[in-house]
T-cell receptor
Framework: DQQVKQNSPSLSVQEGRISILNCDYT??????FLWYKKYPAEGPTFLIS?????DKNEDGRFTVFLNKSAKHLSLHIVPSQPGDSAVYFC???????????FGAGTTVTVRA | DSGVTQTPKHLITATGQRVTLRCSPR?????VYWYQQSLDQGLQFLIQ???????AKGNILERFSAQQFPDLHSELNLSSLELGDSALYFC???????????????FGPGTRLTVT
């Protein structure tokens, strides 16, 4: 049962433009959401997170938006850079739980 | 470098065999998590240990087992291997046992297991 879904397996964007990655979840108990970035032959790296008490969190070029009523979150990367080419995973958890539930990932390719 | 180390990086073995994957958490982290990533799929949570004790179980097969030792390193044992067990196995660590702010999980580089 996939509780976190990333419906776009891939995204291609031109350097300097905005990348928008989407994630949907089904478990209404989730209250903490994260994005991880993964390069080939490496483990996922924590990128940014957001708690359900917020609807936006920003860190440099990365902004995560949370729409609780729609059970949807998105990651915006502005401006996109070649080094952003990677697989991005959305993950979610809920208070007093231990594990993260991951989406299948979106492969982002930034074109020069 | 996340500070989480995993050995070996690659493992090729035959069906029916048994293998052991090893993970050392970041310095100071008490909790270790194991995840499996099969082809084109997300990471599936297998099991978590906190300070030597099993804390949570996910979709872990009975053929798989894990433990965390007093020095906090962890081992994942996979036995009676099948072709479908071929995957990337990631270990992650965090400071405490609960998911949430300031307790993000840091991942190792993974072990790629190929069962032939």
């Amino acid at each position: 049962d996939q509780q976190v879904k990333q419906n776009s397996p891939s995204l291609s964007v031109q350097e300097g433009r905005i990348s928008i990655l989407n994630c949907d979840y089904t478990n209404s108990m989730f209250d903490y959401f994260l994005w991880y970035k993964k390069y080939p032959a490496e483990g996922p790296t924590f990128l940014i997170s957001i708690s359900s008490i917020k609807d936006k969190n920003e860190d440099g070029r990365f902004t995560v938006f949370l729409n609780k009523s729609a059970k949807h979150l998105s990651l915006h990367i502005v401006p996109s850079q070649p080094g952003d080419s990677a697989v991005y995973f959305c993950a979610a958890s809920y208070s007093n739980d231990y594990k993260l539930s991951f989406g299948a990932g979106t492969t982002v390719t930034v074109r020069a | 470098d996340s500070g989480v180390t995993q050995t070996p990086k690659h493992l090729i073995t035959a069906t029916g065999q048994r293998v052991t994957l090893r993970c050392s958490p970041r310095s100071g982290d008490l909790s270790v998590y194991w995840y499996q990533q099969s082809l084109d799929q997300g990471l599936q949570f297998l099991i978590q240990y906190y300070n030597g004790e099993e804390r949570a179980k996910g979709n872990i097969l009975e053929r798989f087992s894990a433990q965390q030792f007093p020095d906090l390193h962890s081992e994942l044992n996979l036995s009676s291997l099948e072709l479908g067990d071929s995957a990337l196995y990631f270990c992650a660590s965090s400071a405490t046992g609960l998911a949430g702010p300031f307790n993000e999980q840091y991942f190792g580089p993974g072990t790629r297991l190929t069962v032939t």
